[in-house]
């Protein structure tokens, strides 16, 4: 009998070690929601000090590497795709297990929601991130009707992934260049252009919350005051049927006027915050990395000044702080140089960041004789044999290679989960990165920027000495 006992308790821990290990490779692993939660728990206990907290509207528009540059302000965001309010209860009664922040700032742009529950995908993006707990299990709840057991177990909900695994899946997120020092953001590059910004200014009425929204926003406020913590709420700015949807957000302004919480309703506040509508928005629905930025700096300032909260640069223990902020500006760089197509403003770019890997091909008639290229080149440290002669200059932060003339040459450079072959025979010069040829032009410059830093490939550009020099992507 006692045998039959160990064999089943062995065989039962077997199966929960093997529906782990199972799990950890099939979870999904998403940027938005299930990423920045379990990156959460990592983080060292009590040392966050402002928690954002909602949907994309937080993981994309405010950015603690910002937060950190402007008051040394050590915050996070915990956020996921299209979250309700019930998801970001639970997202908030979990964190505060962990974390005993300062100040607690939920954005609000889901309280539009209607709906008693939402689609499965969300339902996932905004639970799978948590650990098994019973705030999880309740989350679960409010979440969807049915299926419970397979969200709360995770692998039945995820099984059919198996034909979709990559590299990924098998590390973890320790391995990855950000690591620990992850935050939560997720940046947006891309520009939208519009003429102008939605005037809601004379949108004065309000409109009633949804009962299960209003409910769980009634909850949070009561979460707040019971562990006596400062709430604040926000809607951050964007274009979306912003004229109807403003009317709930009115709404939310009512309730949080009733409860002495602060608003803020940044779609009332462009001007204070600069927004450029041409400049600023990735679309729609969201600030880009620029945009971002003029948001967080003013969080920052705003957040310091009525909450006193501490500069926590220099400070041993926030050293992940700082190195999120300096992948920030890496990142932001990379963004600089992608939109730059002036050969001479690009390359003076490339040759000052010291955490590029990249190589500079001169191929073919690649002096026009139009523009000072043979004379600017050297000042950037290409070396003066490959100016006078063509050929391949490779720069990394470890060493240097010089390939000067036409002759046959192979380099083979790998980076953590990439690799680069340059070479030269007599099919010409390719530039391959992760499988890919990146040469663009016959005649002129060619180049290919990796980012150590954030270890990724930045762009590939040729400079067509044909046409002026003109940018080729």
Known sequence: MRKNMIKATAFLLLAALLLARL??????????????????????????????????????????????????????????????????????????KYQRPKVMVVELVRAIEEREY?????VMTNTFGMRLSREKYEAIQVSTPDNKLAYLLGYPAYHSRYTELSREDFGSYKD????????????????????????????????????????????????AREEEIPLVFMVSPYQIDITEEQRFFNRCGEI???????FLDFNRMYEELGLDPGEDMAEASH?????????????ANWLQEKYELPDRRGEIAYESWGQNALRWEQLCANQDLREETGWYDFLEKLTGNPNYTYVISLNGEYDSREQPVLEVLPDMGIPLEI?????????????????P??????????????????????????????????FKVENGLNVLVYDELNQELVIAAGFDAGQGYACVW
């Open 287 to 299: 600030l880009n990395h620029r945009g971002s930025t003029k948001l967080s700096a003013w969080l």
């Open 118 to 122: 939402i689609e499965e995908a969300r």
């Open 387 to 403: 100016v006078e002669q063509g050929g391949i200059w490779i720069h990394a932060s470890q060493e240097e290679k010089s390939f």
């Open 23 to 96: 799990n950890g490779i099939f979870r999904l692993k998403r940027a938005d929601g299930i990423r920045p939660m379990e990156i959460f728990y990592e983080q060292e206990k009590n040392s966050i000090d402002v928690i954002f907290y909602g949907s994309s509207h937080v993981y994309s528009d405010i950015n603690p590497a910002v937060l950190w540059r402007e008051k040394g302000i050590a915050s996070f965001d915990l956020a996921g795709t299209l979250q309700p309010m019930w998801n970001t209860y639970y997202y908030m009664k979990e964190s505060l």
């Open 176 to 223: 990855t260049a950000e690591g620990e020092a992850y935050k939560g953001f997720y940046p947006l590059f891309d520009t939208k252009e519009f003429e102008e910004l939605t005037d809601i200014s004379g949108i004065t009425d309000s409109r009633e919350l949804a009962p299960k929204t209003e409910e769980y926003l009634q909850k949070i406020i009561e979460l």
């Open 405 to 438: 003339g036409q002759m046959d040459m192979q380099c083979h450079m790998e980076f953590e989960g990439s690799d680069l072959l340059v070479r030269r025979n007599q099919s010409g010069v390719q530039m391959i990165f992760d499988g890919k040829n990146y």
């Open 256 to 262: 949080a006027k009733e409860n002495g919480v602060p």
